[in-house]
């Protein structure tokens, strides 16, 4: 029972029963609310009872008869002027039912709501392509295919077909990317920061590690490389200052506690103007003179170079390792246009002294992730195709024009919704790579920009329309800024532009 104060039996015909005429609520009376028991034998109620269980179903129920209590107490304690026709106290969002069938589909909804997905697809319309808050890359189709079947039959994780034996799961993938890379060896952690925290605790702890202080990045929540070092137990020795740092000030911090030289990409932000750094090629030469590996935190890391499709240049995996990295880490969901890993390639033998770091074991990925990456690196074999089959890369180079004329379709059907009160129009904008991938390189788009039609300042207008697009069934994600709302449609899939159009028609009499 959900309370003393419930009666048992049936709900009565017509619904619960009301209070006394001309008491409602602020004047001490309850009103008759139903039973647990009498709402699961209403003939709408088996229905939801097969589809939920009687479990989830009686949770629900329970849950709807407190908030009408809480609710009534509520405004019980808070008094005031009341009358008969006032309305019953709330329950999940309105009034409480008036029949056995709105009992029902209250309860209906209560469960559909409790038990709605919480990770949802969205409409990205931010004008960021790797956006953290919204997944970043977004699989290939064929990546999609590989980690759907992974998720529903058994696979060779940790089984060596050949010998029948115990295998390592690292060799699903490891040989495409030695291949890619030109490294001896690889390993796979589930993002690039477990990637450089392994690094540090398995080659440097106790000891010292050198890096500038240029170098010394803050991403994304406050995670900062000088902490890092600190939980790996290595200890940070800066050198340089934050503008200019030179092979002197490495060799001259070189001690006999000194494991390692490291080199962090400064993927997230640039230093401008009186700057110098040393190259990966010349810390590496200190390094191996000093007898010590050099190990590279790369970031974002991509294994093609963007500027063939006229993206900015960025440096390559492939390239670091050349210049004479002994070690190499980077993310799997930037660039690269995977799911979320860290990658570690370099000399076999540092490869190996990580792989036996019980840390290992802590951060390994599952079948999930190395089904995704093993279809990814597929890709990579046949660069010529990656801007068809790369879904990240596609929306990179993804013309202005293409997505000018798209803007363009769209516009009648939104102006027709937002009309009078707002204005929309199609206005190039700049749309940015994001995920602290090249930082201040941008990307010419096209979108909708939408204002007040009025002309006044529409600040918590603008916010109250961002949020009913966040309402939306599938949720429309812009930007506010400049007082007005911008929808870069750079990642809107022309697949999508039909169901995109349609929830257009829900946002009608938008204040």
Request: net charge neutral; aromatic share 4%; with cysteine.
């Given at each position: ?88 106290p709330s329950a999940a969002g309105g009034d409480l ?340 991938a090249l930082p201040v390189d941008s990307l010419p ?67």
């Amino acid at each position: 029972m959900a309370g003393r104060d419930i009666p048992a039996g049936p709900v009565a015909s017509g619904g619960a029963a009301q209070a006394p005429a001309g008491i409602g609520p602020g004047q001490g009376v309850q009103p008759t609310l139903p039973s647990v028991d009498a709402l699961l034998r209403l003939p709408g109620m088996q229905p939801l009872l097969d589809e939920y269980g009687h479990t989830r179903t009686v949770a629900a129920i329970r849950d709807l008869l407190a908030e009408a209590r809480s609710a009534w107490r509520g405004q019980d304690v808070a008094g005031g002027d009341a009358s008969a026709g006032r309305a019953q106290p709330s329950a999940a969002g309105g009034d409480l039912p008036a029949t056995d069938e709105a009992w029902t589909a209250r309860v209906e909804e209560t469960l559909r709501r409790q038990l709605a997905p919480r990770l949802r697809e969205v409409f990205n319309l931010t004008g960021t392509v790797l956006h953290t808050n919204l997944g970043r890359a977004l699989l290939p189709d064929e990546v999609a295919q590989a980690v759907a079947r992974a998720m529903t039959t058994p696979a060779n994780l940790e089984f060596d077909l050949d010998s029948g034996g115990r295998g390592d799961r690292d060799d699903l993938v490891s040989g495409w990317l030695r291949e890619l890379t030109g490294a001896e060896d690889a390993t796979i952690v589930n993002n690039n920061a477990a990637g450089v925290l392994l690094m540090l605790n398995s080659l440097a702890r106790g000891k010292q590690v050198v890096v500038s202080r240029g170098e010394l990045v803050e991403i994304g929540g406050a995670f900062r490389i000088p902490d890092i070092m600190s939980r790996a137990g290595a200890k940070l020795v800066e050198v340089g200052s934050t503008n200019r740092t030179h092979p002197a000030d490495y060799a001259g911090a070189i001690t006999p506690r000194t494991a390692m030289l490291m080199k962090v990409h400064t993927s997230n932000y640039a230093v401008q103007g009186f700057t110098r750094s040393v190259s990966e090629a010349e810390v590496a030469r200190i390094a191996h003179e000093a007898g010590l590996p050099m190990a590279v935190d790369l970031g974002s890391g991509t294994l093609v170079d963007l500027s063939r499709w006229g993206l900015p240049r960025e440096i390559t995996v492939q390239e670091t390792v050349a210049a004479g990295a002994d070690l190499v880490s980077f993310s799997g969901d930037k660039l690269l246009g995977g799911p979320q890993a860290g990658f570690i390639v370099g000399h076999r033998d540092l490869i190996a002294r990580l792989k036996k770091n019980p840390l290992k074991r802590a951060l390994r990925v599952g079948k999930i992730t190395l089904a995704a990456i093993e279809a990814l690196l597929r890709l990579y074999m046949v660069p010529e195709r990656l801007p068809e089959r790369l879904t990240t890369l596609r929306l990179f180079i993804r013309p202005q024009a293409d997505i000018r004329r798209q803007a363009e379709r769209l516009l009648p059907g939104m102006q027709a919704t937002l009309a009078p009160a707002w204005t929309v129009t199609v206005e190039p904008m700049f749309s940015q790579i994001g995920s602290g991938a090249l930082p201040v390189d941008s990307l010419p788009s096209c979108g909708m920009v939408i204002r007040c039609a009025d002309g006044k300042r529409a600040g918590r207008r603008l916010k109250a329309l961002a949020a009913r697009l966040r309402e939306l069934p599938r949720p429309v994600i812009g930007r506010v800024a400049d007082d007005a709302l911008w929808l870069d449609l750079r990642c809107l899939d022309e697949a999508d532009e039909g169901a995109f159009a349609q929830q257009w028609q829900q946002l009608e009499n938008t204040p």
